[in-house]
């Protein structure tokens, strides 16, 4: 039978570890299956002063995700007109009906519509 030994990790190594886990988007259990350690271990070199990351050595906020800053209007203003686009239709059906199809379209589609309508 395989005798099991003991890992002994420096107080670097300790440091490095706990360091890893205050990294933004990380987890703990991340860290210890990287290292094949129990994340119990680490939460425990967590808690002493020694081994415990630095915040204000953490990696903050990314470039990419920063708060932007809003302001509350007291009146809402008109939305802005959307520009019509530049492929659209207008078809002059009987009874002086009007149909418009703005953007893509499907030709069946349409010709199955007008059909239904003029019939």
């Known amino acids: 039978m395989a005798r099991r030994t003991k890992r002994l990790w420096t107080d670097e190594e300790k440091r490095s570890i706990c360091f890893q886990t205050a990294a933004?988007?990380?987890?703990?259990a991340q860290?210890?299956?990287r290292y094949a350690l129990n994340a119990n271990l680490i939460f425990k070199w967590r808690r002493d002063p020694r081994y415990a990351p630095d915040p204000a050595a953490a990696p903050g906020l990314s470039e990419g995700s920063r708060f932007l800053p809003v302001e509350i209007v007291a009146e809402a203003t008109k939305p802005l007109a959307a520009p019509v686009a530049d492929n659209h239709i207008e078809i002059d059906l009987a009874g002086g009906h009007r149909m418009r199809i703005s953007g893509g379209y499907d030709p069946d589609a349409l010709a199955r519509l007008i059909r239904g309508l003029t019939v």
């Open 24 to 28: 933004a988007g990380v987890s703990v």
């Open 31 to 33: 860290v210890a299956q």
